[in-house]
């Protein structure tokens, strides 16, 4: 797909379609329990999605028709913005509710939004302005619930989710930025400037990898030489004083004796069991099993955020954004809530349901839809 292609509008309606499919999918499959239960790496996860990403845009773009200075430029801000983006998105579907992180997420835009108004001088209406008032309200009223069933705690946002769901937003609100930037400078390489900032994301998340692996191996080293300075200086003196001669005479045959062949046998045979298993199954699932559907995962992931990436790109340029914003970020919050619902038991009060439908009208109102009437 060419920036310069031109679609019809049914074409483009079902490339939004897939877009908001391929979105939804994706902010569900990041909220799969497996990915906490294997404590994956999430360095080395969006390592493999970055490098899914790379794969199917050759695939698709048939390699790279060209490359520019900007294209690099372009390529080196969108990776660098692009391995906050994964990393933070992936922390927060994983540590919060799916229905509240996607509204957090398409909510994004309103920074976007005001960010035009100020350096592009793009006129914000009063409509628009009543639409980020009511998404910080729906924000309210999905999070606030003052008398939480004791069942319904682990629904509740943490602040290590906060946290996390705040860079999410930034990040995303950002990649909007660089795009319109973007399509404006040099629209026509947007394949190879993807390309290219995946690149950059593998780099750039390796580099972070390997220094968070030389950092927590370093404070490993220096906590093992801390415990064994005190269990010398501990049991150096004492031992000798106590346990000198009574020890060998006492325990000498006698522990030979009794703890010899029975020590071996017992602790040989439970080492055995208890290693094996864990070696070859965690959490009921063989080692095997769980390494493949962790690849699936991280390649289904690649795929689902590069296609809806890619089409939002292209559907961006191509539609009003009255029309397409609303579709998009409407219905990536509709079918995150009912994914969210129906996979992992998200329970919904009245309030928050109308949170989230005030959100989706507030969504709609930042398009300034009305302002075309």
Same mark, same amino acid.
């Given at each position: ?19 908001? !499919? ?6 569900? *499959? ?50 660098? &913005?692009?391995? =906050?983006?994964?990393? %933070? ?28 108004? &100020? ?13 980020? !008032? ?59 400037? *993807? ?18 692996? !030389? ?52 602790? =040989? ?25 962790? %690849?699936?995962?991280?390649?289904? %992931? ?20 009255? /029309? ?15 994914? =969210? ?13 109308? =949170?989230? /439908? %005030? ?15």
């Amino acid at each position: 797909m060419t920036a310069e292609t031109d679609y019809t509008d049914g074409m483009q309606y079902f490339f939004l379609a897939l877009s908001v !499919l391929a979105a939804a999918a994706n902010n569900t *499959m990041l909220h799969l329990p497996l990915l906490k239960r294997s404590k994956v790496n999430e360095f080395v996860f969006n390592i493999g999605v970055a490098a899914v990403w790379i794969v199917l845009l050759f695939a698709v773009n048939g390699g790279v028709h060209g490359f520019s200075s900007r294209t690099a430029l372009f390529g080196l801000l969108y990776g660098i &913005v692009l391995a =906050g983006f994964l990393f %933070c998105k992936m922390q927060a579907f994983a540590n919060g509710p799916v229905h509240l992180t996607s509204l957090v997420g398409s909510s994004s835009f309103i920074l976007t939004t005001v960010f035009n108004a &100020v350096y592009w001088k793009e006129k914000v209406s009063g409509w628009q302005i009543a639409g980020i !008032l009511m998404m910080l309200a729906a924000v309210f009223a999905i999070t606030w619930r003052p008398h939480r069933a004791e069942s319904d705690k682990k629904q509740k946002p943490t602040g290590k989710w906060a946290v996390y769901a705040g860079a999410f937003f930034f990040f995303s609100a950002l990649t909007g930025i660089i795009f319109r930037f973007h399509q404006a400078a040099d629209a026509v390489h947007t394949d190879e400037m *993807m390309i290219f900032a995946s690149a950059v994301v593998i780099a750039f998340l390796g580099i972070l990898s390997a220094g968070s692996f !030389l950092f927590k191996r370093r404070r490993r080293m220096n906590a093992e030489d801390c415990r064994g300075g005190d269990a010398n200086a501990r049991d150096g003196a004492d031992a000798n004083a106590r346990d000198g001669g009574d020890a060998n005479a006492r325990d000498g045959a006698d522990a030979n004796a009794r703890d010899g062949g029975d020590a071996n046998a017992r602790d =040989g045979a439970d080492a055995n069991a208890r290693d094996g298993a864990g070696a070859n199954a965690r959490d009921g699932i063989p080692v095997r099993r769980r390494t493949l559907a962790l %690849c699936a995962l991280t390649a289904a %992931c690649g795929v689902a955020g590069c296609v809806y990436n890619r089409l939002n790109i292209y559907l961006s340029g191509a539609m009003a954004n009255a /029309v397409f914003f609303p579709l998009f970020n409407g219905g990536n919050i509709i079918l995150s809530s009912l994914a =969210g619902r129906i996979f992992f038991r998200e329970k919904l009060s009245g309030l928050q349901i109308v =949170g989230i /439908v %005030c959100g989706m009208f507030a969504v709609i109102l930042v398009s300034d839809c009305f302002g075309l009437l």
